[in-house]
């Protein structure tokens, strides 16, 4: 089992960037793990962000984030990362990462995912 906290999350103009942490803890490497970011906002449902294999070496990304945002991990420090560029209002969600146990692919969808964070607030103001 794992755990997973986010954090990172705030307020910011459109325009602005802003980097999401999701800090694993349990009793198995962080490798073993494919890692995923999702968002929702109110009234919406789960939507994928982007997705990283266990060794980093694969990365998969929704279409709306036209290059904008990157995902990356540190299997040292037990972290995957989001760094947002050029965000829009239209980002504002709460953002959630999710890990997969299982390391070789990248997985989109969100019943794929057997362990979920609580989540980080992003707010972009026009």
């Known amino acids: 089992q794992v755990q997973l906290v986010e954090s990172g999350g705030g307020l910011v103009q459109a325009g602005g960037s802003l980097r999401l942490s999701c800090a694993a803890s349990g009793r198995r490497t962080f490798s073993d793990y494919a890692m995923g970011w999702f968002r929702q906002a109110p009234g919406k449902e789960r939507e994928f962000v982007a997705a990283i294999t266990g060794t980093g070496t694969m990365k998969y990304y929704a279409d709306f984030q036209k290059g904008r945002f990157t995902i990356s991990r540190d299997n040292a420090k037990f972290t995957v990362y989001l760094q947002m560029n050029s965000l829009k209002p239209e980002d504002t969600a709460v953002y959630y990462c999710?890990?997969?146990?299982?390391?070789?692919?990248?997985?989109?969808?969100?019943?794929?995912?057997?362990?979920w964070g609580q989540g980080t607030q992003v707010t972009v103001s026009s």
């Open positions: 999710a890990a997969h146990s299982g390391r070789s692919s990248v997985y989109r969808r969100p019943y794929e995912y057997d362990y």
